[in-house]
């Protein structure tokens, strides 16, 4: 069976402890949203096909009236996510930013619109670093608890957001110089 990225996140997720398939999705949406979306409907049919394949095993931990399943990971899924961690044939990701699609058309719009482009993407990356490290304070695993390249990770983001946030205030700075040399 050919995995899919997102199996290996699923992988990855119920590597430390048993996940159900929501708190899988909250994984992916507070520890690894920086670099990788997981969507609901890619991720049940995707566990289902998991525990077909002998990757993970599914267990019923149902409450009441309210169903349950948790994950958890089997031999062979730890040997697939190693195997899968260790292969260098990795290809280039490229960055898809809306936003920087539309400063690389401003040309056509007048300077105020591109300040204000630019503007909001500082804010946007402000914005960003900030509910990390909400995220972070916030979480029910303890950042104690993470693993060396999880604290490598988020300080990656972290570097990250903040080089883009600088980047966009410089750009403003040089379109509003630009401005009142046109004045």
């Not at 104690?144 to 080089?163: C, I, K, N, P, Q």
């Amino acid at each position: 069976m050919q995995l899919s990225n997102t199996a290996y996140v699923v992988l990855g997720a119920v590597e430390r402890r048993p996940r159900s398939g929501y708190d899988i999705k909250q994984f992916a949406d507070k520890d690894i949203r920086l670099f990788w979306a997981v969507g609901f409907a890619q991720l049940y049919p995707e566990l289902k096909q998991m525990v077909e394949a002998g990757l993970i095993e599914a267990e019923d931990a149902s409450t009441g009236g309210r169903k349950r399943t948790l994950y958890r990971i089997t031999d062979l899924g730890l040997e697939a996510l190693a195997d899968w961690v260790s292969d260098p044939d990795t290809p280039p990701q490229e960055l898809r930013d809306e936003l920087l699609v539309r400063l690389f058309f401003s040309d056509v719009a007048d300077e105020s619109t591109r300040i204000q482009l630019a503007a909001r993407g500082a804010e946007r990356h402000r914005a960003a670093r900030a509910a990390m490290y909400r995220e972070k304070e916030s979480s029910a695993v303890p950042a104690t608890s993470w693993g060396s390249m999880h604290r490598e990770v988020f300080d990656l983001g972290v570097a990250y957001h903040t080089f883009m946030s600088d980047w966009f205030d410089g750009l403003v700075e040089r379109l509003n110089a630009s401005e009142e040399e046109a004045r």
